[in-house]
């Protein structure tokens, strides 16, 4: 694929941009492969991508019902960030954060990552005890945070009211190497990498059956007809209990409503993302101007793809406190994805009772962030049919050996 330069922009500049090429091809399914992979969202993408690069393993196609980046890859609110409690999450998280500081030059395509910062507040004694735990944490595994006195947070958010009626702001934990990437150019750059390494990119085919004989993974069945494959993930994030039931197992997940809005575009007012978890709503400004504004998820399982009145009224309600100067402006957008979240708040990558089946799901409120990370971790244990040093502690034999990785502080507003 031609590369993207300076020189192939300048020089389709004088060609009338006629030059460009489709960034992925449209492929038809062909009757085997040698690796199936479920879901075109970014954990799925990625996972293909690192099949390819770190393994050489092509004969690989992503089925995707929908359209590719359309879940929650296309509809989160894009916080990187690795502060995490456990080491095993710590491990994982920073991986992809580091994964994501040369992933435009990886992929040749900008993904817009902007390590503006992340400040997680803390608005009650409880929490303020927790950040210290988590800064500890994150010193002892060489993860980059420090814990801020109000003052110091004022002066990194000078629009925030730091004397808030209910929730003072006691303190914060700032991560400075955190920040944000642009979601959509994520899920197309590694569209686009996977599409030129010979993977095939299958949208609009839904995976309808799961065939296997004498316990092992023998082909799906899609609504664009069988193929056989001898290893298949499923990467479907909220429906993943619904791919699992198909392949006749249970997943210890919840699918639940997770919803954002963005407010009409502005001038420049905030510089890096901030996380006000005792209210639950978090913020930060895109590139366009507009603030990206989130909350908690809804308190009930589903798996409609929208928003509602209510929700964000609450989520609004909670960060005006903190932040009256936004208490005026106008709400552009709101919409919503579905989440898969595990009682201890963090993801399953693993196999499972069927032999050459493997999952990746459970990222919930906060996967953007890990997708370089996850699908690093993910290929090699496909590859060697076994989960290496990265995804080992996220199996699912966690849930039945009460092995939890407890990332309910962490997850944070679950971001
Ligand atoms: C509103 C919101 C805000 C968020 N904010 C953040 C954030 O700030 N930071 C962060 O780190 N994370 C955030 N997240 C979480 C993050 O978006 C997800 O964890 C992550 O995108 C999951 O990626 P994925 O590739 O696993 O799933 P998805 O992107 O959902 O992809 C799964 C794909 O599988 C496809 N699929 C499903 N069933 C089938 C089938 N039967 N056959 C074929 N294909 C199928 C779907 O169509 C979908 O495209 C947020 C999520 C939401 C909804």
Same mark, same amino acid.
């Given at each position: 694929?031609?590369?993207?330069?300076?020189?192939?922009?300048?020089?389709?500049? %004088?060609?009338?941009?006629?030059?460009?090429?489709?960034?992925?091809?449209?492929?038809?399914?062909?009757?085997?492969?040698?690796? #199936?992979?479920?879901?075109?969202?970014?954990?799925?993408?990625?996972?293909?991508?690192?099949?390819?690069? @770190?393994?050489?393993?092509? @004969? &690989?196609?992503?089925?995707?019902?929908?359209?590719?980046?359309?879940?929650?890859?296309?509809?989160?609110?894009?916080?990187?960030?690795? @502060?995490?409690?456990?080491?095993?999450?710590?491990?994982?998280?920073?991986?992809?954060?580091?994964?994501?500081?040369?992933?435009?030059?990886?992929?040749?395509?900008?993904?817009?990552?902007?390590?503006?910062?992340? #400040?997680?507040?803390?608005?009650?004694?409880?929490?303020?005890?927790?950040?210290?735990?988590?800064?500890?944490?994150?010193?002892?595994?060489?993860?980059?945070?420090?814990?801020?006195?109000?003052?110091?947070?004022?002066?990194?958010?000078?629009?925030?009211?730091?004397?808030?009626?209910?929730?003072?702001?006691?303190?914060? #934990?700032?991560?400075?190497?955190?920040?944000?990437?642009?979601?959509?150019?994520?899920?197309?750059?590694?569209?686009?990498?996977?599409?030129?390494?010979?993977?095939?990119?299958?949208?609009?085919?839904?995976?309808?059956?799961?065939?296997?004989?004498?316990?092992?993974?023998?082909?799906?069945?899609?609504?664009?007809?069988?193929?056989?494959?001898?290893?298949?993930?499923?990467?479907?994030?909220?429906?993943?209990?619904?791919?699992?039931?198909?392949?006749?197992?249970?997943?210890?997940?919840?699918?639940?409503?997770?919803?954002?809005?963005?407010?009409?575009?502005?001038?420049?007012?905030?510089?890096?993302?901030?996380?006000? @978890?005792?209210?639950?709503?978090?913020?930060?400004?895109?590139?366009?101007?507009?603030?990206?504004?989130?909350?908690?998820?809804?308190?009930?399982?589903?798996?409609?793809?929208?928003?509602?009145?209510?929700?964000?009224?609450?989520?609004?309600?909670? #960060?005006?406190?903190?932040?009256? &100067?936004?208490?005026?402006?106008?709400?552009?957008?709101?919409?919503?994805?579905?989440?898969? &979240?595990?009682?201890?708040?963090?993801?399953?990558?693993?196999?499972?009772?069927?032999?050459?089946?493997?999952?990746?799901?459970?990222?919930?409120?906060?996967?953007?962030?890990?997708?370089?990370?996850?699908?690093?971790?993910?290929?090699?244990?496909?590859?060697?049919?076994?989960?290496?040093?990265?995804?080992?502690? %996220?199996?699912?034999?966690? %849930?039945?050996?009460?092995?939890?990785?407890?990332?309910?502080?962490?997850?944070?507003?679950?971001?």
């Amino acid at each position: 694929m031609k590369k993207y330069s300076v020189f192939s922009i300048a020089k389709e500049a %004088f060609n009338g941009d006629q030059g460009w090429e489709k960034a992925w091809k449209k492929n038809e399914p062909k009757a085997e492969y040698d690796v #199936l992979i479920v879901g075109a969202g970014g954990h799925g993408l990625a996972t293909a991508y690192y099949l390819a690069k @770190n393994y050489n393993i092509t @004969n &690989v196609a992503i089925l995707e019902k929908g359209w590719l980046g359309g879940g929650n890859t296309g509809r989160n609110t894009t916080i990187i960030r690795s @502060n995490y409690l456990q080491e095993s999450s710590i491990g994982i998280y920073e991986k992809a954060r580091s994964l994501y500081e040369s992933m435009s030059q990886d992929l040749n395509f900008n993904i817009m990552f902007s390590p503006r910062g992340v #400040l997680m507040l803390c608005q009650t004694e409880h929490e303020l005890r927790a950040m210290k735990r988590t800064e500890q944490a994150n010193r002892l595994y060489k993860v980059d945070t420090k814990m801020v006195t109000p003052d110091e947070v004022k002066e990194i958010v000078p629009i925030i009211n730091i004397n808030g009626p209910r929730f003072p702001v006691l303190g914060g #934990l700032w991560q400075p190497r955190g920040g944000t990437a642009r979601h959509d150019a994520v899920a197309w750059g590694l569209a686009r990498k996977c599409s030129s390494l010979g993977i095939d990119i299958i949208e609009q085919c839904e995976v309808t059956g799961v065939k296997s004989s004498q316990g092992k993974i023998s082909g799906l069945d899609t609504s664009r007809g069988p193929i056989k494959a001898k290893k298949v993930c499923f990467v479907v994030a909220g429906h993943s209990s619904v791919l699992a039931n198909l392949a006749g197992f249970r997943l210890p997940i919840e699918s639940v409503p997770l919803q954002a809005l963005v407010s009409e575009p502005i001038k420049p007012m905030i510089d890096c993302v901030v996380m006000a @978890n005792t209210v639950h709503g978090y913020l930060s400004q895109s590139d366009k101007g507009e603030l990206v504004i989130g909350g908690g998820t809804d308190g009930y399982n589903c798996y409609s793809q929208r928003g509602s009145f209510s929700h964000v009224e609450e989520t609004v309600r909670a #960060l005006v406190e903190t932040f009256p &100067v936004i208490s005026r402006l106008k709400q552009l957008r709101q919409w919503g994805g579905i989440a898969d &979240v595990t009682g201890d708040r963090s993801p399953i990558i693993s196999k499972t009772p069927i032999g050459g089946l493997y999952i990746n799901c459970g990222w919930g409120t906060g996967g953007f962030k890990a997708i370089p990370g996850s699908g690093w971790a993910t290929a090699e244990m496909i590859k060697e049919d076994n989960p290496g040093s990265l995804a080992a502690p %996220f199996s699912l034999d966690r %849930f039945v050996e009460g092995r939890l990785i407890d990332e309910s502080v962490a997850a944070a507003v679950a971001h």
